[in-house]
């Protein structure tokens, strides 16, 4: 069980489940925020959850709750925005820190932070649109595919749920890859495309210091692991914990740690990897607010390190409100 | 590095009865256009995407009183099951409704149905073997399209323009049909106010689709919701009105009433109504009879015609924004369909845009529309999209159209950069285009 200051039967006080949001993955995020707030009704833990518009502010002010349990994803929910806020406030909340969420959920920045710190990273450029329209686009995307190879991901910088996401075989589908990318976001982080196994490392971080657990291995059924393959159950088959090695386990397991200690990551977060054929894992990217849906990634991890999701949100309130 | 226990391994598809559904669930999954319109339903975003009705001019008060009486004398019929036809009395006022519409008809080939969208499902599961063909508009009513689907029909669309659908292309299609086979069960149509088209089937061309239909044997589905809510004259007539044999007429009270009533009907053949009705009894058992006897109560006690009246008035100003705000915003190239009804106007994108790719981009910028190939059954309709003036009072369709112009010129500024998209099938229908610009 993770440890924490005090017995996850503890009673911390109202807790403010906030989901919804005006991000493209507001869906995910009342999905997420009504499993959570079920999960932690389950430990005991008095919840009301709320969306997030103009008059969220003055709610906190006047009645201010014992723990705020962020679960917002996209822009403002991930980027440090909102916790800035909360911090604002003096509210205690579940979740990194606002510098360490920005750094994380910019792409880029973290795949940098964490190649020096030593871990493998694919290939990558981040390039906005304004630089293609200046110094021609076709002449760009030939250097792109030049450098990195084919098949390469073309993906948004900041954003979650494999949104604006697409793999290119081949050149010609380049454009419209561009195109799809930059619907969501300014910048595309343009990344070599590994192959190889998927697997995500959850890490929790609560009194005694960042533990990983068990990895869980993606098998979409059919295609990639995509939106739909994300959030319909059935479309994907997860293996928990996933059929590594133990030294394999055990590296990834260091793997994900260090990203979370690199990044400056609090309370929870998960690492995606693929490892390749050679046996070499590589960083894709580690999410600073993971997903809690009915079809995600923690969850299942939890599950298969034998806690209780409810045990474990509630020992995050606690590890939040201790910190204060 | 710790690590927690684990327990024994374990596969999992996070459903465990992903193996036992029928075929015909393969396409319900999550889609990233779906999650969008979660954001649209914020006050922040002007959604011009759905068609829901504007129901803030009822008379809230004298229905709340009408529900009170109804309770009153009628509770115990009302909170009991009913025909599986639908109530008597209801069919009869149902009959005087469509005779504004010149259709004569007997209550006795009424069959009254959960919302017209149940009366599409009835008369799709009576005729409809999977691999049969419905014939539809291109673009067709996305919630028709859902029903064939999932009935397993093979959906081909016939071209439309601003007169409505072309007789020359169903004479066409039906050759093609026939030629190789094809069994053609029905053609759907709305003729009125189309939805998504925005445009209407001519008067000169009603005959000459009956007179096809009848040149090659094929009953008409003709769906009717929004006949009463032309802005400029009165009720069209309804193709049912010529030709009481080859037509099945649906109507619905859900947008000269209240969608939460939902109480529509099939006006059918004898012989299609009694199946009809077979066919209802097995799916719900009856339509709801506290929503029947409350449109009658609604029909008989209110002045309808009148609250039809303030409708169209509404429906109408509420055009006019949008056609005013279209004309003075949109970018050079991008056309739309001028509506004299309903609720719906067709846009079209300049050349290689593709709607769906943008939306995202729209939601960012808070305004919501739904992309055009929702209205297609095989996948085009990419260069356009369905807008509705419905719903937003007319500064914030204006504001809405405003946002989305300024979203449409940055996504041409990204298509001059990387060229049109490849991700989405070409255009290949005609469609209503009415350019203003």
């Known amino acids: ?324 | 590095m710790e690590q927690q226990p684990a327990r024994p391994r374990r596969e999992t598809r996070l459903d465990t009865y992903v193996e036992r559904y029928a075929a015909r669930t393969r396409g319900m999954t999550a889609s990233e256009i779906r999650a969008l319109f979660s954001v649209a339903s914020r006050p922040e975003v002007v959604s011009l995407a759905g068609g829901m009705p504007n129901i803030s001019g009822l008379p809230l008060d004298s229905i709340g009183e009408m529900v009170q009486e109804l309770v009153a004398e009628q509770g115990a019929v009302a909170m009991q099951y009913g025909s599986g036809q639908g109530a008597p009395e209801l069919r009869e006022q149902i009959c005087d409704v469509m005779r504004l519409e010149g259709i004569d008809a007997h209550p006795d080939d009424v069959v009254v149905t959960v919302g017209s969208q149940q009366a599409v499902d009835l008369v799709t599961r009576i005729f409809c073997d999977p691999g049969d063909v419905v014939i539809c508009e291109a673009p067709s009513y996305v919630g028709a399209l859902g029903v064939f689907r999932a009935y397993e029909c093979d959906v081909v669309h016939v071209e439309m323009d601003d007169d409505g659908l072309r007789p020359a292309a169903l004479r066409d299609a039906l050759a093609t049909l026939e030629a190789s086979g094809k069994r053609v069960k029905f053609l759907y149509t709305i003729p009125n106010f189309h939805n998504p088209a925005g445009v209407s089937l001519s008067l000169p061309r009603r005959q000459e689709i009956l007179d096809i239909a009848r040149e090659h044997d094929v009953l008409v589905l003709e769906d009717n919701p929004y006949g009463l809510l032309g802005f400029d004259e009165s009720p069209r007539r309804a193709l049912r009105a010529d030709e009481s044999e080859r037509v099945v007429y649906l109507g619905s009270f859900s947008k000269t009433f209240a969608p939460g009533m939902r109480v529509g009907w099939a006006l059918a053949p004898h012989a299609v109504r009694e199946k009809l009705v077979l066919a209802q009894e097995s799916s719900t058992l009856c339509p709801p009879s506290f929503s029947q006897l409350m449109i009658s109560s609604y029909l008989a006690g209110q002045d309808w015609m009148g609250q039809v009246k303030a409708f169209r008035e509404l429906y109408r100003e509420r055009r006019d924004a949008m056609l005013a705000a279209l004309h003075d915003l949109m970018p050079t190239g991008t056309t739309w369909t001028v509506p004299e009804g309903g609720f719906y106007v067709w846009l079209t994108l300049p050349p290689g845009l593709d709607a769906k790719a943008m939306l995202p981009r729209a939601v960012t910028a808070r305004v919501a529309y739904v992309p055009g190939t929702a209205f297609y059954a095989d996948g085009y309709g990419s260069q356009c999209m369905r807008l509705s003036y419905c719903y937003p009072t007319p500064e914030r369709i204006r504001e809405g159209v405003r946002r989305l112009a300024a979203v449409i010129e940055e996504e041409l500024d990204l298509v001059e950069t990387f060229g049109p998209s490849t991700h989405a099938l070409q255009r290949s229908y005609d469609t209503p285009n009415t350019d203003l610009t």
């Open chain 1, 1 to 324: 069980m993770p440890q924490s200051g005090k017995k996850s039967g503890a009673h911390p006080g109202r807790v403010l489940v906030l989901a919804g949001g005006l991000s493209h993955e507001r869906d995910v995020s009342l999905r997420a925020g009504r499993r959570v707030a079920d999960a932690l009704r389950s430990a005991h833990v008095e919840v009301e959850v709320r969306d997030v518009d103009s008059s969220l502010v003055p709610a906190l002010r006047d009645d201010p709750p014992a723990c705020v349990f962020p679960l917002l994803y996209g822009e403002a929910g991930e980027d440090g925005t909102l916790r800035e806020v909360l911090d604002l406030l003096g509210l205690p909340y579940v979740g990194s820190r606002p510098a360490a969420s920005r750094l994380a959920f910019d792409k880029p920045v973290a795949k940098e932070i964490v190649r020096r710190a030593g871990i493998a990273t694919p290939d990558s450029v981040t390039l906005p649109h304004e630089t293609f329209k200046e110094v021609g686009a076709t002449a760009l995307m030939g250097a792109l595919v030049d450098r990195l190879g084919l098949p390469l991901v073309v993906k948004p910088t900041r954003g979650g749920s494999a949104l604006g996401c697409s793999v290119v075989d081949q050149a010609a589908d380049m454009p419209g890859a561009m195109v799809g990318c930059f619907a969501y976001g300014p910048f595309a982080l343009v990344e070599r495309c590994v192959r190889g196994t998927e697997l995500t490392i959850s890490v929790l971080d609560t009194t005694d210091g960042p533990r990983a657990l068990p990895a869980v291995e993606i098998r979409p059924v059919e295609g990639r692991y995509d939106y739909s393959a994300r959030y319909t159950a059935g479309s994907t088959e997860f293996v928990t914990p996933a059929e590594l090695d133990d030294a394999v386990a055990e590296q990834l397991a260091t793997l994900a740690v260090t990203a979370h200690e690199v990044l400056g990551l609090s309370d929870l977060s998960r690492t995606d990897v693929i490892v390749d054929d050679e046996g070499v894992a590589w960083f894709l990217e580690t999410n600073v607010a993971p997903g809690m849906t009915e079809t995600s990634l923690l969850p299942l991890a939890v599950e298969a390190a034998g806690l209780d999701l409810g045990e474990v949100c509630a020992d995050l309130v606690n590890t939040a409100i201790d910190r204060r």
